[in-house]
């Protein structure tokens, strides 16, 4: 790992994002390398015992990551480190933020100190808001995402309704070409990494794109939408998706989902 960012978000499973963490804490501070890390110099050993001076952790206390922890980080952040080369502060459950707590770390984000990183852990990005993710850099850190593949024409309809917005016709025409479909669900999840990809592009994010192939679409609705919009979508896909597993009524699911795409 270089070209070290001043702010991270790594989404995952938290035993996956806390490996990530001390990654980019050890590469941050290593002696011996300026290009990654060693793993046996005196500060990649500390850091990974988690004895190192400059290596803060901050976990939500209760339900919530308050603002007073936050601030206490900001105000140690414009400090110098104390036995290594930069400041690493990693955030625990970050969705878990207070509204109120990342409104006070988003100017930090934008006029970072040069000797701070922050690092922010969690399983959902949902609850972020997306002045902060525009500030961080996204890894993900999840399970490998399924590949889905349709006949060109159907993906080509997909793409019209949703990008060009176009006529009822239409719309009642591909529905009902969706309805005929052995697996309805894996529309659904195509949805998903195709929006998940649209949030990558506009967070500039190093994580590999999923739909490469569609990587010309992608753009198209990254150029459309702002980072709330597509993580509404993303929510939207997603709880159709719990509501098809949980109902079993995929066309219902499907059609309000498609819905709400097309408004």
Not at 74 to 90: C, T
Not at 95 to 113: C, G, H, R, V, Y
Not at 152 to 168: G, Y
Not at 183 to 198: C, G, I, N, P
């Amino acid at each position: 790992m270089h070209d070290l960012f001043h702010a991270y978000i790594l989404l995952g499973p938290l035993e996956e994002t806390q490996k990530e963490a001390i990654k980019i804490a050890k590469t941050a501070n290593c002696l011996e390398k300026n290009d990654g890390f060693c793993d046996y110099c005196k500060n990649c050993v500390k850091i990974e015992k988690g004895v190192f001076a400059d290596l803060v952790e901050v976990k939500p206390e209760g339900s919530s990551v308050k603002i007073e922890s936050i601030r206490d980080i900001i105000f140690d952040s414009y400090l110098s480190p104390v036995e290594g080369k930069k400041k690493v502060y990693v955030i625990y459950e970050a969705d878990k933020m207070t509204l109120e707590a990342q409104n006070s770390i988003l100017k930090t984000l934008e006029e970072p100190p040069s000797q701070s990183i922050f690092i922010l852990l969690s399983e959902n990005i949902k609850n972020i808001i997306p002045t902060v993710i525009s500030r961080c850099r996204v890894i993900e850190r999840a399970k490998p995402f399924k590949k889905y593949t349709f006949d060109k024409d159907f993906v080509d309809k997909l793409f019209k309704v949703i990008i060009e917005k176009s006529l009822p016709y239409e719309k009642l025409d591909f529905f009902n070409q969706i309805t005929n479909l052995d697996d309805k669900e894996a529309v659904l999840e195509f949805l998903s990494t195709l929006y998940r990809d649209v949030l990558v592009a506009k967070t500039n994010s190093k994580v590999k794109i999923v739909n490469e192939e569609y990587q010309d679409v992608i753009k198209n609705i990254a150029n459309r939408l702002c980072i709330e919009e597509v993580l509404k979508i993303m929510d939207k896909i997603n709880k159709t998706i719990e509501y098809v597993k949980s109902r079993g009524n995929e066309n219902i699911g499907l059609f309000n989902l498609l819905l709400a795409l097309w408004r």
